[in-house]
């Protein structure tokens, strides 16, 4: 079993807002991050898919169509959005790394080729920052 | 003569979108960058200043009142807000890296305490883009 | 389950040496590293908790309370401290960062809120060196 | 259980061909990888072992040591080289990051001294793109 | 006048020959460098060029733009190649990162728009090697 | 005209303490950075140096013979070190970021061979502080 990791960047604006609650709860529970004009961030995301090595080709997958998948499933999605207001996969949850991560896992699965099992979804909201998912 | 540059952060949102321009031309110029809700960036600010050491703290000045004088004037005012709508000295000007560096300078620059002088604002809005500017 | 990192910083100054060794022992042992004047790194501190997002949040749990729990219980004690004189976690014990790691577990575990766990300590010495520690 | 890092660098050539397959075939699986001048890259390699802290070092091993094994057995084969020409243990298959990885842990775990275990080679391509091997 | 700088990648082979030269010289001067099967690196490009933001966009020039000029006039001929064998404007010259910041200089300063004006290419071969030119 | 960079590191302990003041007055202008019992940080210097390429080698000079002289009149000097203490170039002074990279500029400029001029000290005291000198 072999691990193979793809990074890639998309920047969204967001805020982190919880509609049944009011705007002093709101700005009570999450700061600045509930500014009503938005805020945003340079997200990295991290997609880690594990497997055997192909025998012709030495690689898991071709890295360049995990890539691809990446680009068309999500950041084609996410990169130059407004998470909140934008993001079909997002409605109705609030706009957290976590569930960000989890939505990105939910997009991604269905389309990783078989020869291979999506392993990790790690995303950084900031350099200091980071979220990882493993599927459950 | 030494030069002693701090390194500050802010997250914000922007877009590149021209007013006095129909939506079809933000676009066309602009791209993905005229979305109009918004995307974001985490910016890193470098700030630099220049002067002689003081014999007696080895220093040009001391970089925490560096800090606190950036935060103070600058990142208080940028920091998780939009920066089309929320920082008075980016009212009616494009909201490009440029005109951002250009205005954390004219911020500063009366703030610097006369023992050195400011030299430059390098501001990255992602890791693959930078601006320089050094007053002039 | 999703997992959330939070990296902090701090500057130390420290010595490998032990004082059951000779000088000449300690040397051979460790090399420069037991300079009996001491030496030090900038020490940088990933904390990593694990558990399942809140759904009015989205949230993990607070990442700034995170933050804030690590610099009260840890960073307050370790930065631009002695690691080997200023430090009493680290009494009676050699100043490697394998051992760093696990003080500075035992130091956090009890003071992690509930609704997550604590799931990893991964300390850099350097660029080129780091520890990870899971609790057991 | 602790786990310990250590980071070592190699630049290496390669090209990704298989020699069973025509120039044809290799170009539309490969793409400018399989350039027959061959490309090359900084290859950064992190070696994991994982043990238990000795009470007079405070060390799972000392890092120097570890760092000197993996330059003799493996930055040595390897750091200036052209990986499908001239690296003994990568003769016969596909020179990519996968196998690379792959034959670094066989390289080296024979030689990693009995205190500790070997737990992972984790090898960066390129700053976006990374394998990682536990050894099974 | 403000600096803007846009940064790209690419990987490739090469080895530091003096064809004048026997092999032994060659081994002597230039070490593993001089490695006859070749070695490579993953250089990182950075371009700057310097102006006075347009007052409609706020940009320099669009940094898409000039990413794009710098994929077709250099990336192009540089990425997933061998920098002694493949490439036109090194032909004849010793492939050090001195000569190849100059050639990509040489190669770009015609296809820079004329509202700006081409000001450094900076060129990192490993992360700590890196070569500057200004153009003369 | 060229300029070539080369990056080294050393790792040291300090104190920002002026003995002709008291230590209530070190505490108040220094803060923690006064702490008696000394703190310490990874230093990253970047040395560069500018001339012009020679025809036969493409080098500025060799980027391993600048290392070495680095290595020898510098960083061994620093390297694990109290640069209070121990390092006879800074006796006297005050132990600042600043003062350090004039001291090492003149260690340094009397063995950078005539071929080249020295151009620049950088010198990181964290990732977020660094101090440039350029010898005058």
């Keep these: 079993m072999v691990y ?8 969204a604006a967001h805020k982190l807002y919880n509609p049944k609650w009011s705007k002093e709860k709101n700005e009570e529970v999450f700061g600045v991050c509930a500014n009503e004009n938005w805020h945003g961030h340079n997200f990295e995301l991290f997609v880690t898919v594990k497997g055997t090595p192909d025998i012709d080709t030495g690689f898991l997958m071709d890295v360049k169509k995990l890539s691809k998948i990446i680009q068309t499933q999500v950041i084609k ?27 990105i896992w939910n997009e991604l699965v269905a389309h990783i080729p078989p020869i291979v099992k999506l392993h990790c979804i790690k995303l950084y909201e900031t350099s200091r ?8």
Excluded: P, W
Aim: aromatic fraction near 12%; include cysteine; glycine fraction near 6%.
């Design 4 to 11: 193979l990791t793809r990074l890639e960047h998309f920047n």
């Design 77 to 103: 999605k996410l990169d130059h959005k407004n998470l909140n207001l934008d993001v079909d996969f997002l409605q109705g949850k609030m706009c957290s790394t976590e569930n960000l991560a989890i939505g």
């Design 129 to 136: 920052i980071y979220v990882e998912y493993f599927g459950e």
